[in-house]
């Protein structure tokens, strides 16, 4: 990729280095020149299609891997290990020539000159660009909940959280401090999953590894503001996920709004004072500030509002992918819309550089699912039909194991899941990495 510096653009105060494709277009581009940012479910499929169709490609992302999302929790509750969940994006760009990797942050758009700034002062043209940025933690103004309460988007979320549990779970059974209470703020599928699992760790592993630690000196609180946990599913395998939430000992506080978090508290609307060693943080999402400051059409959640082809109706040659898409007909943000959508994008845009119309999207729904604990999960189907139970919990660990990026992450984690559902129980010890 051939570099050279450029004048500067007049609303640019500071020098900034154009990074060119090499190719320098005449009219319409033989092999359009793309800008994916983003590495994520939507970015990496978007690059696949792209580069196979020959464009040529600048993916940019702050972190030198794709994070594989869907596993993060059992990061956080030491089942595997990080590296697990990463997949580094120049081993993806290697199998492409014509895939190059920017490990930096977009700062801004400057759509209507068609080029991206990036936070490391460079900037990089395009003929195409393909917003796929994901979506953030949402504080949602709460008072003292960025200060106190952990997040968990990033891997290093997670290795925060795993090591903030360890230091406790040590402290408490050395007598430090009277104990170590969870609080797990959100009853979607990520807060019920790591509950569902640091229930199970409590219950069955801790009095194995921490025999010094008494049961009533910990304990799993989920807080939903809503009446019930997983919103997007059918009220049957609501039910069926708080039954076994509550099995495993989860203490559910359902219909009850965070209004504060302290350092060693979660207030709720009602005046309870939780008690909280460690409050962890998962009621929704947002689009990235970065995002939201380029001025973008933005709807719910932030979300950037597109068209049906998915790109953006005053500049149709920004497409928006994943997460932080808003489609008239909106999406779940999980991975397999961000997929598709990735996909399709790929596809639009080597469509458009050869003059043919782009296509509208349409979402091939395969249907949803989340775990709970060991067998137990549940699925919802596109036919309306749920299961709940072992079987799906089998299906969940194989459609998991399956969209892991890489053979050797598929190895390792396949092998820490039969330590961690399947092996003694001593063998699930939540250890620091
Ligand atoms: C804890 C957790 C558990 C989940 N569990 C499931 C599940 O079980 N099943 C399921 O289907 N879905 C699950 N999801 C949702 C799923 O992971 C997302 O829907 C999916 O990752 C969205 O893909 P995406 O490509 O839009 O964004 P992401 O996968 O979030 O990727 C976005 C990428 O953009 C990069 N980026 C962000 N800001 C910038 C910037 N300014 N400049 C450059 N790059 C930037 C990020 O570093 C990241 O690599 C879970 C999500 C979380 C957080």
Sequence with gaps: MARVLAPLKSAVKTPVERVRTRHKPVGRPARPRVVVVGAGFAGLNAVRELARGGALVALVDPRPYSTFQPLIYQVATAGINAGDVAYPLRAFAGKYPSVRVRVARLSNLHLDDKWVELADGTAIDYDYLVLATGVTTNWFGIEGAREHAMPMYSIRDAVTLRERMMRCLEETAEAKRPGTHV????????????????????????PLTHSEIKPEQTSVTLVERLDYVLAPYKPRLRDAA??????????LRLGSTVTAVE???????????????????????????EVADCGLPQGKGGRVVVTEALNLEEHPEVFVAGD?????????????????????VGRQILAAAQGRPVQPFSYRDPGIMAIVGRAEAVIQLPNGATMHGLLPWLVWIFVHIAYLLSGRNRITVLNDFFWRYLGPRHSAAPVAE
């Design 183 to 206: 609080v797990v703020v959100g009853g979607g599928p990520t807060g019920v999953e790591t509950a569902g699992v640091l229930a199970e760790l409590r219950r069955h592993t801790i």
């Design 324 to 344: 932080l898409a808003l489609p008239p007909q909106p999406l779940p943000q999980v991975a397999q819309p961000a997929i598709q959508m990735g996909k399709h």
């Design 263 to 289: 350092p060693d508290a979660v207030i709720l609307d009602d005046g309870t004072r939780l008690h909280s060693d460690v409050t962890i943080w998962a009621p929704g999402v947002i689009a990235p500030k």
């Design 242 to 251: 708080a039954d076994a939430l509550r099995k495993r000992g989860v203490n």
